[in-house]
């Protein structure tokens, strides 16, 4: 038993190793993203939304589609704007032809007048409901990509975003690996994202962790506040002060496991709910802006992970808005950083933001995170 132990400690130092020798080679990221979610009839015009961006300081968002409104308002802006092939699109892209016409008909026309610098190819396809989502996947992913190439846009990152539930293994992060009836078509995956030096984008949501188990896992420690005791991996060593740190490394040791170690994780969503229903454990306005706000430290400090501690990790919060025609729990409805009516839900410390004429800021401000996708997330 010794031996054996012995023999896995190695191995997830020469793991820790193999990851952290190449990915200090990933240029440093700078800025912090936030997802613009449209579930709601309530919302603000595209035109607003983008005053309101420009306001807050943020220059990077991601929609979950091509909404001809939004891309066409955010033209000659500074916003950078990651769209999204809807997931019931994913079997028409099979054909390299089919591809070739939608990138022409939903993202050229905006060219270059709005800056799209990514799309994500469906969105959690690795967990989705439909099995046969999957294996257009990968296909989907490589013709758009040769179809931007063709059309002189290479620079456009092409990825999908995945649950956390990909992994088969999240704890402790040294652990981390891949669910194995999803092997095979995620090492196609990670092989494109390796050559075209694509990142891999993860949806982590500690508050999942923590609604499920209260009784044991710190809420310090899934809200990312300091000091606390949180944990240390016993093979690696490092100590996470917070479980979103912990949950990247998770998918970088997976990834390392596949072996491949030039891919950089990044966090197509995170956040926190400011409203839950009673069975949703620490959804409230106090948690959603602690977590909200330790991360918005942390991205101003420009922390890595203690995996990657030269590597800052970019994040994008979820979300802009609240939603209120998403299905699932209340949850799902109260992620945003904002009312529909532009008020905050609660403050952060974003930036001090003038609210509509009839309203004034208050403590109960908010700062949430919100999914634009209309399924609810899927939990770990």
Do not use: C
Not at 21 to 37: A, Q, R, T
Not at 287 to 314: D, F, K
Not at 358 to 364: A, D, E, N
């Amino acid at each position: 038993m010794e031996a054996f132990i012995s023999t896995m400690t190695i191995t997830y130092i020469f793991l820790a190793l193999f990851l952290s020798s190449d990915i200090g080679s990933i240029p440093h990221v700078k800025s912090l993203g936030i997802n613009y979610g449209q579930v709601a009839n309530n919302l603000p015009q595209p035109d607003k939304v983008l005053e309101l961006l420009s306001t807050l300081k943020l220059t990077k968002t991601r929609i979950y589609d091509t909404n001809p409104q939004i891309l066409s308002s955010f033209a000659n802006s500074n916003i950078e704007i990651i769209v999204t092939v809807e997931n019931e699109v994913l079997s028409q892209l099979d054909d390299p032809q089919q591809a070739l016409q939608w990138v022409n008909s939903h993202i050229i026309p905006y060219l270059p007048e709005t800056k799209i610098t990514g799309i994500q190819v469906g969105n959690e396809v690795f967990t989705d409901d439909d099995d046969t989502l999957l294996q257009h996947l990968v296909p989907a992913v490589i013709n758009i990509h040769n179809a931007l190439s063709r059309l002189g846009y290479s620079n456009i990152q092409v990825s999908t975003p995945s649950s956390l539930a990909v992994l088969q293994n999240s704890y402790p992060p040294s652990a981390g690996s891949f669910k194995s009836e999803i092997n095979g078509i995620m090492y196609q995956f990670l092989n494109f994202l390796s050559t075209t030096k694509t990142p891999f984008w993860i949806n982590a949501y500690p508050f999942f962790a923590y609604e499920d188990d209260p009784s044991t896992i710190p809420l310090d420690y899934v809200l990312g506040n300091n000091p606390n005791e949180g944990m240390v991996d016993p093979y690696t060593k490092l100590h996470y002060d917070n479980m979103l740190y912990a949950m990247v490394d998770a998918v970088y040791f997976a990834i390392a496991k596949m072996g491949f170690r030039n891919i950089e994780v990044r966090v197509s969503e995170t956040g926190w709910p400011s409203k839950g229903d009673t069975n949703e454990v620490g959804a409230s306005p106090q948690n959603a802006a602690t977590y909200n706000r330790n991360l918005l430290r942390r991205q101003m400090a420009n922390e890595g992970t203690p995996l990657n501690p030269r590597i800052r990790l970019e994040v994008y919060l979820f979300a802009l808005f609240n939603e209120d025609m998403k299905p699932g729990p209340t949850s799902e409805r109260n992620y945003g950083l904002f009312q529909p009516n532009e008020s905050m839900t609660y403050n952060v410390g974003l930036t001090s933001v003038s609210t509509t004429s009839t309203s004034t800021p208050s403590s109960s401000a908010s700062f949430t995170l919100d999914s634009s996708a209309t399924k609810t997330k899927v939990k770990p």
